[in-house]
C-alpha cells in the first residue's frame, strides 16, 4: 500500500480499491467479525444441520429431526461486565486549578463516557477498535468511535503509521436506480483527502468537498472574505485516529472461550433433541408396509400411526437419556468458560456465607483482565487530554498544560453490606474500648498527650480543639459520652 504515501491524488484514488479488498480478507478482519457475530448471539449453533444414512446408504439431512439450536450469550456478558466493571463509574480528570476544572466539563461529558464504553466494547469484540478526534459546528473537540472493521492503518517502510485510511458504503438512488457508493478518507498529521466511488467503479475525489485535500478542521466564514480567507483551516498536529489494543497481540475475548461456548451449545441444543425426540419411545418395526424407514418416520412423527403386514409386529421401546452425564459436562464448560474467559460467575453460591472477602477472590481473574485493559485505556486518555488541553488554550488563549490533570478510575464491585455495617461495629466497639483504657490512664499522663490521642482516634484537628478548649482545663472537662460508650454525663481524668 506504498501507493497510499503518495501525494497525488490520482495514485491515492488508484489503490484505494485494492486496500480495502485486501483488508476484507485478512485474518485479523475474520477474527473480529467472528467476535462480533458472538457478541451479537450469531453463533456457530446456528447453522447447525443433522444428517443420517438413507436406505441407499447415501448421506442425506434428517428434516424431520428435532434441531434446537439456541446460542448462549457468554461472550455478551464477559464483555459487557468487564465494560461496567470500569466504567460504571464516570472516568474522572481533574486538577487542582479551578478554572481548568470548569473547561474540563465542557468535554467530559455523558457523550465522552459513552465513547470509553463503547471503544473497550469494540477492542474486546474485535480485538482492536479506533476512536478520531472531529471538531463540532461550535468549534469544540469532541471524539467518536471509528468502526475498526472499515479502518486501515498505512505504514511506512519502518513500520511507522503514516496515515490512516478510513471507509464507508452508502446507497442512493440515481436514475431510478440504487447506486453503492463508497466514501473513503485518507487523513496524516496535517490534512485528509476526501474521494467517493459508485459502485465498482474506480476511485476519484470528492466534488462535493469544497476544499480537497484540506486541513483537518475547515472553518467556512459567511462574510465577504476572499476565498482563501473564508475557508482557512487548521490541523491537530497529529493524526487524529487511537488505536485501542485488547491486548499486546491485539486477540478478542472471544478466541480463548469459542471451543467451550461451541460445545456448550451443541451440548444444550443436542440434550433438547433427545428429550423431544425420544420423549415417547423407539418403535422397533416388523412387517412395516411402507415406501422406506424414511416414510416410517415421518408417519410416526406427524400421524402417530403406521400399518404393517401379515404377520408384522410393532413393538415400543424406551430410551434412558444421560441427563446427568450432559448436566455435569454442561457445568464443566460453564466453569471453565468463565475460568479463561476471566469472567465472574454470578452464580456462583458456595457454602452461603458470602463475605466481601469471598466476593473480592471471585473478581480475582475479571480484576486481572480489567488491569490490562485499564493501562491501555488510561493510553487513550491521555492522548486524548493532549488534544483536551490543546482546544482549550486554542479556544480561550489560556496556557494550561497536560501535566496538570489527574485521571481517576474507580472500579464498581458488588460488596455485602451487612459485613461492611459488622466490620463498622466491630471497629465502633474497639475505638470506645481503647477510649475506656485511655481514660483510665489519663490521670498518669499530661493532658496534651491524652488529647491527642483523643483526636487522632477520632480524626479530628489536634490544634482546632485545643483553641476551642482555650484555657478551660481540659483534663477536668466533661468528657462526651460517645468517647466513652456509656451513659454518664462526664467521666473524670
Known amino acids: ?158 513500520n511507522n503509521v503514516q496515515r490512516i485510511l478510513r471507509y464507508y458504503t452508502d446507497t442512493i438512488v440515481k436514475d431510478r436506480k440504487q447506486v453503492k457508493l463508497t466514501f473513503a478518507e ?47 483551516g487548521r490541523s491537530y498536529g497529529v493524526i487524529p485516529f487511537y488505536r485501542l489494543s485488547n491486548n499486546k497481540a491485539e486477540r478478542t475475548d472471544l478466541e480463548p472461550i469459542k471451543a467451550l461456548i461451541d460445545d456448550y451449545d451443541l451440548m444444550d441444543a443436542f440434550m433438547s433433541n433427545n428429550l423431544q425426540d425420544f420423549a415417547d419411545a423407539i418403535y422397533v418395526v416388523k412387517g412395516f408396509q411402507g415406501d422406506d424407514l424414511s416414510t416410517l418416520r415421518q408417519n410416526i412423527k406427524a400421524k402417530k400411526s403406521i400399518g404393517v403386514g401379515e404377520g408384522g409386529d410393532v413393538s415400543i421401546q424406551t430410551v434412558n437419556i444421560p441427563t446427568e452425564a450432559r448436566k455435569t459436562k454442561l457445568e464443566l464448560d460453564r466453569e471453565n468458560i468463565y475460568k479463561f474467559g476471566f469472567g465472574y460467575d454470578s452464580s456462583q453460591v458456595g457454602d452461603g456465607n458470602v463475605t466481601n472477602v469471598v466476593i473480592k477472590g471471585r473478581y480475582t481473574l475479571l480484576n486481572m483482565k480489567a488491569n490490562k485493559t485499564e493501562v491501555r485505556l488510561r493510553s487513550f486518555i491521555a492522548w486524548a487530554n493532549k488534544l483536551i488541553i490543546d482546544d482549550i488554550n486554542r479556544r480561550y488563549n489560556k496556557k494550561f498544560d497536560v501535566k496538570q490533570l489527574t485521571v481517576t478510575i474507580t472500579r464498581e464491585m458488588l460488596i455485602n453490606e451487612n459485613d461492611l455495617a459488622n466490620n463498622d461495629k466491630v471497629r465502633a466497639e474497639t475505638r470506645s474500648t481503647d477510649m475506656q483504657t485511655l481514660l483510665a490512664v489519663a490521670p498518669r499522663l499530661d493532658d496534651e498527650t491524652v488529647l491527642k490521642q483523643i483526636t487522632d482516634a477520632y480524626d479530628l484537628d489536634f490544634e482546632e480543639v485545643k483553641a476551642k478548649l482555650g484555657e478551660q482545663d481540659y483534663s477536668q472537662a466533661p468528657v462526651p459520652k460517645e468517647l466513652t460508650g456509656g451513659e454518664d454525663d462526664g467521666a473524670e481524668g
Open 1 to 158: 500500500m506504498i501507493e497510499l504515501l503518495s501525494d497525488s491524488p490520482t495514485t491515492i484514488a488508484g489503490a484505494i480499491r485494492n486496500a480495502i479488498t485486501n483488508n476484507i480478507s485478512t485474518k485479523a478482519r475474520q477474527r473480529a467479525e467472528e467476535g462480533v457475530r458472538y457478541y451479537n448471539f450469531e453463533h456457530d449453533i446456528l447453522k447447525n444441520r443433522i444428517f443420517y444414512v438413507d436406505d441407499n446408504n447415501n448421506l442425506a439431512e434428517d428434516k424431520y429431526a428435532s434441531n434446537v439450536k439456541i446460542p448462549h450469550s457468554f461472550l455478551n456478558e464477559l464483555i459487557d461486565q468487564k465494560t461496567q466493571y470500569l466504567l460504571s463509574n464516570p472516568v474522572d480528570v481533574s486538577s487542582d486549578d479551578d478554572e481548568l476544572n470548569d473547561y474540563l466539563k465542557e468535554y467530559y461529558t455523558d457523550d465522552m463516557q459513552l465513547t470509553l464504553q463503547e471503544l473497550v466494547e469494540g477492542a474486546s469484540q474485535k480485538g482492536f477498535e479506533y476512536a478520531y478526534a472531529r471538531t463540532t459546528s461550535e468549534d469544540k473537540l469532541m471524539f467518536q468511535v471509528a468502526d475498526s472493521l472499515q479502518v486501515i492503518p498505512v505504514y511506512d517502510s519502518d
Open 186 to 232: 485518507l487523513y496524516d498529521a496535517e490534512k485528509v483527502w476526501f474521494f467517493v466511488a459508485e459502485d465498482s467503479k474506480a476511485f476519484k475525489l470528492d466534488p462535493s468537498q469544497p476544499v480537497n485535500p484540506r486541513s483537518h478542521v475547515l472553518a467556512i466564514a459567511d462574510n465577504e472574505q476572499t476565498d482563501e480567507q473564508r475557508l482557512a
